[in-house]
C-alpha cells in the first residue's frame, strides 16, 4: 500500500513539474516565479499533500492513525470522514487543542481506562452542529462501558490548587476563574461512566474547575452508570443539556461551583436511578435557569447534601415522589426556587419550562412528553403510555365511548386548592374503561400535592341493579347510574394504583379512591391498589360486579365500602392501617345483598374498628385475619350477627378472628414498591 502511494505523489510530482514549465514565461505575464517549496516550515504550501510532505517534499505523507490513545502534543483536528476508536486514555496535554469537526464519530472499547481527558491548560474545540452532532459513544453499547469526557481547568475549587481529581490521578483547580479551556456545541456521550470502585466512577462529562471562559452548550448526556454531568467545583456556564436514564444523578455538583446551567431537560423513564439532581459541599449559590424533569418512574427530584444549595428559576418537576431531599438536614433558604425557600411539600408540577423539542437533534429513541388531560370523551380513545397526562379538571367517557389505558401511563391530578371536587375520571352508563396495567408497569393515578382528599379518583357507572332503582342519581356529580342488568360491562381494570383520592363536597358527599356505581358482573376489576385517599378505599353502590387482588392502605375513612344491596365478592384483599384516625376496614350498610369476602386480611399499628355493620347489612366471609383492631365487629345499628357469616358461624363481637391464614403482602410489591 505504501509503495502505491508513493508512486502517485511520484507521478503528482512530475506533472506539476510539468505544469509549472509550461505556464512560465508569457503565461503568467512576466510576472516573478512561484515560491520555492519548503519542506521545513510546519505548514502545508505549493504542492504539498500534508504539512511538509507529498509533491515535490519527495517524503510520503503519513496516514492518520483513528485510534485514539495517549498523549496529544500538539494541535491535532480529527477528520470527520474516518470513525475515531478510544483504545486507551486519550489525553490533551497543557498547551494543546483537540478539534473535533460536526459529524465526528467517537466509538470507545470497554474499561476505566477508556476516556478523552482535556488536562489543565489544553482546550478541546467540539463544532458540532444541530444536522451533525459529534458523537461519543461505545462499541458494545452497554451503560458504564467507558469513561466519557473529562476536562481539568484552572479556575477555584474548595479543594484548591492542583488538587488531585478522584479518577485518573489528573490535576485541576487554581486561581483563574476566567479560565478558558475550549467549546463544545452539540455534542452526544452515550454508555459512559465507567465505574473504578464504589467510591470512584467516571461520568458522561466531568468538569474540575473549568473556568467561565469555556463554552458549553448543545450536550445531551445518555445512559451512564454513574452521572449525567458533574461540576467539581469552578465557574463555567452550560446551556442546553439533555440528560436520559443516568442511572445515578443527571446533574450533580461540589466543591463550591457557581456558575449558571440554562435550559436543562431531565428525563428518566428507567427505575433505580438516584436523583435529578445532588448538591454537595458547600454553597456556591450556582444558578439553575429552566429546568425540566420529568420521570415515569417516580424516585427523587433534588437531593441537597450538607450545606450546598442553588438559586433555581423556571422549575418544572412532573411523576417524582420526593421532590426536595435535604439528606443532611441543611437549611432550606439554601435552596431559592423562583422566589423562596425551598418546600419539600410541594411537588413542584408545572407546565415544562423546557421544550423537549428543542433537543430533536439528539434523536433519542426515547420519548416522554406531558399533556392535559380534561374534558369529554366520546369516541374510542386510548392514552400513550410515553406520555405523562396532568389531570386538569374532570375527565367524562361518554355512553359509548371506550377509554384505554395502556400499562406503565401515569396520570398526575393537577387540582388547586378550591378545585379537588372538579377533578376526577368519570365512566359514565354505557361507556367502558380499558386499564391494561401488568405487574411491572402499573397505571398510576396520583396527585400532583401528594395530600390525601386532592382529587376525585376513578367513577365508574353501570346498569346493573341497586336499591336506588333505575337512572338514580349519584352523591358525586348528579351522574345516573342502575338499571336491570346485572352481567352489564363497565370494561375491564387490570394493575391500577390510585393514590391521594377522596375529595370531600361536604360532610355527607365525597368522592373515594374507586367508586363503583351499579357495576355489572361483565367488568374485571383486579390487582387494584388504593391508597391514602381522605374517605374510603373502594365503595359498591348495588351491583354484582366482583373484584379481586385489592391492596388497600391508609384511606382516612372506610377501606373496603358497600352499600344499596352490593352482592358481588372481593377475593384476596389486605388492608394496612397506620395512620391512626381512620373509620373502619369493612363499612356495609343497607339492606343484606349478602356479598362474599374471601381471604380477607386487615392489620393495624394504631388500634381502631375492623368491621363495621350497619342496619340490616351483613356478608359471606371466609379465611378472615384481623390483627391490632381494639373493636373488631362493630354492629351499628344492632342489626343481626347472623347476617355476617365468618368461616362458617355467625358473627361474634368477641373475635379474635385471628387463626386464618393471612394474606401474602408480598403479592403487593407491584404496588407498595412505587
Not at 470513525?83 to 472499547?109: D, H, N
Request: proline content about 3%.
Amino acid at each position: 500500500m505504501k509503495l502505491k502511494i508513493s508512486s502517485l505523489f511520484a507521478m503528482s510530482a512530475l506533472l506539476c513539474s510539468l505544469v509549472f514549465v509550461s505556464c512560465s514565461g508569457d503565461d503568467n505575464g512576466g510576472g516573478d516565479p512561484p515560491p520555492p517549496v519548503s519542506c521545513t516550515d510546519g505548514v502545508q504550501n505549493g504542492d504539498e499533500t500534508g504539512v511538509d510532505c507529498g509533491g515535490t517534499c519527495g517524503n510520503t505523507c503519513s496516514i492518520e492513525s483513528t485510534d485514539l490513545t495517549g498523549k496529544l502534543e500538539e494541535d491535532r483536528t480529527l477528520d470527520a470522514t474516518q470513525e475515531y476508536k478510544i483504545t486507551g486514555v486519550y489525553s490533551v496535554e497543557a498547551g494543546f487543542t483537540l478539534t473535533i469537526p460536526a459529524g465526528t464519530k467517537i466509538v470507545s472499547e470497554k474499561g476505566t481506562d477508556r476516556y478523552i481527558v482535556v488536562q489543565k491548560g489544553a482546550k478541546i474545540d467540539i463544532q458540532g452542529t444541530a444536522a451533525n452532532p459529534v458523537l461519543m459513544t461505545s462499541e458494545s453499547e452497554a451503560p458504564g462501558d467507558w469513561g466519557g469526557l473529562v476536562i481539568a481547568g484552572n479556575a477555584t475549587t474548595t479543594e484548591g490548587v492542583d488538587a488531585t481529581a478522584e479518577v485518573g490521578g489528573i490535576l485541576y483547580g487554581g486561581n483563574d476563574d476566567t479560565d478558558d479551556s475550549g467549546s463544545i456545541n452539540y455534542l452526544i456521550i452515550n454508555y459512559a461512566g465507567a465505574q473504578i470502585n464504589s467510591e470512584s466512577q467516571y461520568n458522561g462529562l466531568t468538569l474540575y474547575a473549568v473556568g467561565s471562559g469555556t463554552t458549553l452548550s448543545n450536550i445531551a448526556l445518555l445512559n451512564g452508570t454513574d452521572d449525567g454531568v458533574e461540576f467539581f467545583g469552578g465557574t463555567v456556564s452550560a446551556s442546553n443539556f439533555y440528560m436520559e436514564n443516568n442511572e445515578d444523578d443527571a446533574i450533580d455538583w461540589t466543591e463550591g461551583w457557581n456558575g449558571t446551567l440554562t435550559d436543562a431537560y431531565v428525563l428518566h423513564s428507567k427505575a433505580g436511578f438516584s436523583t435529578a439532581v445532588e448538591a454537595d459541599g458547600i454553597n456556591g449559590d450556582p444558578k439553575l435557569v429552566n429546568l425540566t424533569a420529568v420521570s415515569t418512574v417516580s424516585g427523587t427530584a433534588l437531593q441537597f447534601k450538607k450545606e450546598s444549595g442553588a438559586t433555581i428559576t423556571g422549575l418544572s418537576l412532573t411523576g417524582y415522589t420526593t421532590s426536595i431531599d435535604m439528606k443532611d438536614d441543611g437549611p432550606l433558604a439554601n435552596i431559592q426556587i423562583d422566589g423562596a425557600d425551598a418546600d419539600p411539600a410541594s411537588t413542584y408540577l408545572a407546565d415544562a419550562t423546557v421544550d423537549v423539542a428543542m433537543f430533536d437533534w439528539v434523536n433519542s429513541g426515547t420519548q416522554v412528553t406531558t399533556m392535559s388531560l380534561e374534558g369529554t370523551i366520546d369516541a374510542d380513545t386510548t392514552l400513550d403510555a410515553s406520555i405523562i397526562y396532568r389531570l386538569n379538571g374532570s375527565l367524562s367517557v361518554e355512553t359509548g365511548a371506550k377509554l384505554t389505558i395502556p400499562a406503565g401511563t401515569l396520570i398526575i391530578a393537577d387540582a388547586d386548592s378550591g378545585t379537588e371536587t372538579d377533578t376526577y375520571i368519570v365512566v359514565k352508563k354505557g361507556a367502558t374503561i380499558d386499564i391494561q396495567g401488568t405487574a411491572a408497569a402499573p397505571v398510576v393515578m396520583t396527585s400532583s400535592n401528594q395530600n390525601p382528599g386532592d382529587w376525585g379518583g376513578l367513577v365508574i357507572l353501570g346498569d346493573a341493579t341497586t336499591t336506588e332503582g333505575v337512572d338514580a342519581t349519584a352523591e358525586v356529580g348528579g351522574f345516573t347510574y342502575g338499571g336491570t342488568n346485572d352481567t352489564d360491562n363497565s370494561g375491564s381494570i387490570r394493575y391500577l394504583v390510585i393514590n391521594y383520592a377522596g375529595a370531600q363536597i361536604n360532610a355527607e358527599s365525597q368522592y373515594n379512591g374507586l367508586t363503583l356505581y351499579a357495576v355489572g358482573s361483565g367488568t374485571t376489576v383486579e390487582y387494584v391498589a388504593l391508597l391514602n385517599g381522605t374517605d374510603d378505599g373502594v365503595e359498591f353502590f348495588g351491583g354484582t360486579v366482583s373484584a379481586s387482588n385489592f391492596y388497600l392502605e391508609n384511606n382516612e375513612d372506610d377501606a373496603v365500602d358497600w352499600t344499596e344491596g352490593w352482592n358481588g365478592t372481593l377475593t384476596t384483599a389486605y388492608v394496612s392501617h397506620t395512620k391512626a384516625g381512620f373509620s373502619t376496614a369493612v363499612e356495609a350498610d343497607g339492606i343484606n345483598g349478602d356479598p362474599k369476602l374471601i381471604n380477607f386480611t386487615a392489620i393495624s399499628t394504631v388500634d381502631g374498628t375492623a368491621l363495621q355493620f350497619k342496619k340490616e347489612s351483613g356478608a359471606t366471609i371466609t379465611n378472615l385475619y384481623l390483627e391490632g383492631y381494639v373493636t373488631l365487629v362493630d354492629m351499628k345499628d344492632d342489626g343481626p350477627l347472623a347476617n355476617i357469616q365468618i368461616d362458617g358461624a355467625a358473627a361474634t363481637v368477641e373475635g379474635p378472628y385471628d387463626s386464618g391464614t393471612p394474606v401474602d403482602i408480598t403479592i403487593f410489591d407491584w404496588a407498595t414498591d412505587l
